[in-house]
Structures are given as structure tokens and as C-alpha cells.
């Protein structure tokens, strides 16, 4: 994985330079101000390596103070130094009981040898890979960012990864702009992901909502199907208990017993 950097994020110092309060003290506003800073500055290849479901979950959890700022391997060394100065915390070797860093890699699959079981597709957190029930399935190599999440998930291990060239600097490109050019293309990258990340945590709500309205609109249903089966039972009873009436009544008119059906 590449060290993504983002060099525009102030300290999170006051203007006097004194270290600003853990998350616990901040204003809700605030917090909410302060996981977006964070969430700008971590890779976005929403692998949960750092141990949370997605960058903006870590995030969250650095920002509550519930996280180290060493748990992320996307982001390496530089993600690190960029996370210990936002936070003003002091800098943290990784921790590689998190995994290690690793050159940027994109999934791909052997498309002859996909069944088609859509497995894949469901690990995937930025929607990256195309395909249906009983279809091949392929990758949409700009979307992937390398989580490695689709690969446990294959029940044919027919997916690999394949390791991404550095983009070499052009004969033009000093080295320092070559460094810039490699840096707008990491933020855009992470950018995209995010959006995607974004995109899939939406639907995937909408669906969940959709499922609980679909659970409670079938329980309404059976509940007034429900009624609708006791009704005539209670009609019935209704009936019966006016018969029983009329005939306690017919009975003592004549001057007969009802029966005892009827008491
Ligand atoms: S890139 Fe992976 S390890 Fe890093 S914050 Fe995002 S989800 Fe966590
Ligand atoms: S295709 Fe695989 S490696 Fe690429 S983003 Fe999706 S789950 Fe991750
Ligand atoms: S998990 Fe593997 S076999 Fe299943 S659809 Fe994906 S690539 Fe194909």
C-alpha cells in the first residue's frame, strides 16, 4: 500500500499552541468536525484492518480517544506522523499485530474460473465488483482499493491480487513533481472510495429499512388477518349466547327447563 499524506490538516492545538481536550470534551459539533478531519487523512481503502468496519469508524474511534493513532497499515508510516500531528499526539511505530504496509495492489478475478456465487460482491465495502447469480464477476480496477476483502470470501479462490506499478515520474517530471502528481492522484483515489464507501453504507440502510417495513407491514397483515379469524368465531359465540337467551326466556314462558346446552 502506498503512505497516503495530506500535509493541509492544522494541529489540533489552539491559537496559543496548547493541546486541545480529548474527544470526550469536545461539543458534539465539534466531534462530528473532528472525525471528518481524521476520516480526510486515512486512506480510505476501508480494509478494517485497523480493527473498526471502515476508515470512518477508525476515525470515530480516534476521535473519542478509543483508538491508537498505529493501527492503520494502509496508511503506514506517513498516515501515522499526519494522524500524531493532527491529534497532537506523539508518533507510534506500527502496530503489526494490525497487518503490515504493503505496495498498492488491485483485486482481479479469473473470470473462467468464477462460479458466479456472488460472495464477492457482498464483502466488497466500495461496490467494486460487477456481476449477478450464476455470472462471472469482474473488478472495476478504478474502484478497488486493494482491502483484500473479497478474497476469503471465494469459495474457488479465483481471485488475486495484482500489485500496482509506482507511477513512474515522466522525463518532463522533476522528482518532486512526480512526488505531487503520485500525491493528487492518492487524495483523488481516496476521495473516490469514500464516496463509494459512503454510497454502499446508504443503500445498504435502505435496505435494511426496507426489509423492517416489509417484516412489519406482513405482521399488520397477519394481524388483521388474525381478527378477521376471530371475528366469526365471535359472532358465533354472540349468536349462540342470544339463542340461549331466547330460549331461557321461551322456556319460562312455557314453563319448561331450558336445556342444559344453554345454561
Ligand atoms: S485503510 Fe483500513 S486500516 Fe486504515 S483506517 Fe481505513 S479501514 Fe482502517
Ligand atoms: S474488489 Fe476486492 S480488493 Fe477490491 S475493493 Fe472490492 S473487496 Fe476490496
Ligand atoms: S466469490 Fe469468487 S466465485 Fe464467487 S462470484 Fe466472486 S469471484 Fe466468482
Redesign the pocket.
Known amino acids: 500500500m502506498q503512505p497516503f499524506s495530506h500535509d493541509a490538516i492544522a494541529p489540533m492545538t489552539d491559537a496559543s499552541g496548547q493541546q486541545r481536550p480529548r474527544a470526550e470534551q469536545y461539543s458534539a459539533l465539534e466531534r462530528v468536525d473532528l472525525i471528518t478531519r481524521i476520516d480526510l487523512v486515512?486512506?480510505?481503502?476501508?480494509?478494517?484492518?485497523?480493527g473498526?468496519p471502515?476508515?470512518k469508524p477508525?476515525a470515530a474511534a480516534l476521535a473519542d480517544g478509543e483508538a491508537s493513532i498505529n493501527?492503520?497499515?494502509?496508511?503506514g508510516e506517513t498516515g501515522i506522523r499526519t494522524l500524531a500531528k493532527l491529534l497532537d499526539l506523539p508518533y507510534l511505530p506500527l502496530n503489526t499485530a494490525?497487518g503490515i504496509t504493503k505496495p498498492k495492489a488491485i483485486a482481479m478475478i479469473d473470470e473462467h474460473r468464477c462460479i458466479g456465487c456472488t460472495l464477492c460482491i457482498k464483502a466488497c465495502p466500495v461496490d467494486a465488483i460487477l456481476g449477478a447469480s450464476r455470472q462471472m464477476h469482474t473488478v472495476i480496477s478504478q474502484e478497488c482499493t486493494g482491502?483484500e476483502l473479497c478474497l476469503a470470501p471465494c469459495p474457488v479462490d479465483c481471485i488475486i491480487m495484482q500489485p500496482l506499478a509506482p507511477s513512474q515520474a515522466t522525463s518532463a517530471e522533476t522528482p518532486a513533481k512526480a512526488a505531487q502528481t503520485q500525491t493528487a492522484v492518492a487524495v483523488a483515489a481516496a476521495d473516490l472510495a469514500r464516496r463509494r464507501y459512503q454510497q454502499r453504507q446508504q443503500r445498504q440502510e435502505r435496505e435494511k429499512l426496507a426489509r423492517l417495513q416489509s417484516v412489519s407491514q406482513k405482521k399488520t397483515g397477519q394481524t388483521a388477518a388474525d381478527k378477521d379469524a376471530i371475528a366469526p368465531g365471535t359472532d358465533a359465540i354472540k349468536k349462540a349466547a342470544i339463542a340461549a337467551a331466547m330460549a331461557r326466556v321461551q322456556a319460562l314462558k312455557t314453563g319448561t327447563s331450558p336445556t342444559k346446552d344453554y345454561e
Not at 486515512?42 to 485497523?50: D, I, S
Not at 493501527?71 to 496508511?75: A, F
Open positions: 486515512l486512506p480510505q481503502t476501508q480494509c478494517q484492518q485497523c473498526y471502515g476508515c477508525y493501527q492503520c497499515p494502509p496508511g494490525h482491502c
